[in-house]
Structures are given as C-alpha cells and as structure tokens.
C-alpha cells in the first residue's frame, strides 16, 4: 500500500475517531463469513459501524484524533475491529449478545463516557454504564419525587378535608 493510500485511510479514521463519542476494540478473528456478514448486519441494525482496521493505522489516527486514548495503544495488537456508536452502552450489549453464540467478538477495549476499559473482563461495566443523557434524567427524576410526593400529600390532605366539611354540612 501506497503511503498517500495509508494516509488516506488513517484520516478517515481519524475522522470517525472524531466523530463519535464512543468506539470498541475487538477482535474477530476466527468468524467465518456468514458470521461475519451476521455481525455487520446486526451492527448495522443498532447503529455501530464496524470498521475492520491495520493497528498501526489506528495507532496514527488516534494520535492525530482529539481523544485523550493512548492506553488503548497496548490492546493494537493481532486483529482488531472497531466499532463506533454514539451510544456508549451499545456496542458492549451486542458483543456480549453475539458472543454467546459465536465466542466472538472479544472485547480488547473502549473508549466510553471520556474513559478507556481495557479487556474482556470490562464487558459487563460497560454494558452498565449510562449515557450523559440518561445520567441527566436520573437526576431529575430524583429531584422531582421529594415534589411529587408533597404535592401528592398536599392534593390528598385537600380532599379528606372537603370529606369532612361534606360531612359536616350534612349534620347540620
């Protein structure tokens, strides 16, 4: 390959790198076709592009890249997928899902939520970790059930009391 082709493909990467906000290291190696064509397929399906990558084209990229990952650099080696979502969570749901058919994908890293996972053994935090948004939501559910149980209260307080004065009125 021709280094202006190299150069290429590593700021298209680069480019994916950039981006998304979130991309897993994986390996493949072993699927034969059909399971291949049946991972891109269900990649496809849930929105992560899986890209099939030469390491020390990955490596240039994430160098160039805006994301603070050089502890992904020791996972660069052997065959390496990636694949990119906009949901951190994604990804780690599909290979553990796929995997327990195929014993493939396995998980090298990630890049999730502005932090690197490093191994297989990662899988099952980042299929728990929540997204900013999700986080958000959290936080006000939380902070709006101290208000719905006051006004609950309050709205319940309001009828036993007409209760009462219904009650009164008709003893007089």
């Known amino acids: 390959m021709k280094s202006s082709e190299k150069q290429v493909i590593i700021n298209q990467l680069q480019e994916q790198i950039d981006s998304y906000d979130h991309f897993y290291l994986t390996d493949i190696a072993g699927l034969n076709a059909e399971n ?11 929105d992560v592009k899986l ?18 990952a050089e502890e992904i650099f020791d996972a ?33 890293a990630a890049y999730v939520e502005e932090s690197v996972y490093m191994g297989a053994d990662q899988l099952e935090a980042l299929i728990a970790v929540k997204s900013k948004n999700e986080l958000i939501a959290d ?34």
Request: hydrophobic share 35%; glycine share 6%; aromatic share 4%.
């Open 51 to 68: 890209v099939v990558v030469k390491n020390t084209l990955l490596r240039k990229a994430l160098e160039n890249s805006n994301k603070e």
């Open 139 to 172: 936080v006000v559910a939380l902070l709006q059930s101290p208000m719905k149980t006051v006004l609950g209260q309050l709205q319940s307080g309001g009828n036993i009391i007409h209760g009462v004065l219904d009650t009164l009125k008709e003893k007089e």
């Open 76 to 108: 660069l080696k052997g065959n390496t997928t990636v694949m990119f979502s906009s949901n951190g969570n994604t990804p780690a749901k599909l290979i553990k899902d796929f995997a327990k058919k195929h014993k493939k994908p396995v998980l090298k």
């Open 36 to 46: 291949t064509s049946d991972l891109r397929r269900l990649c496809f399906s849930q």
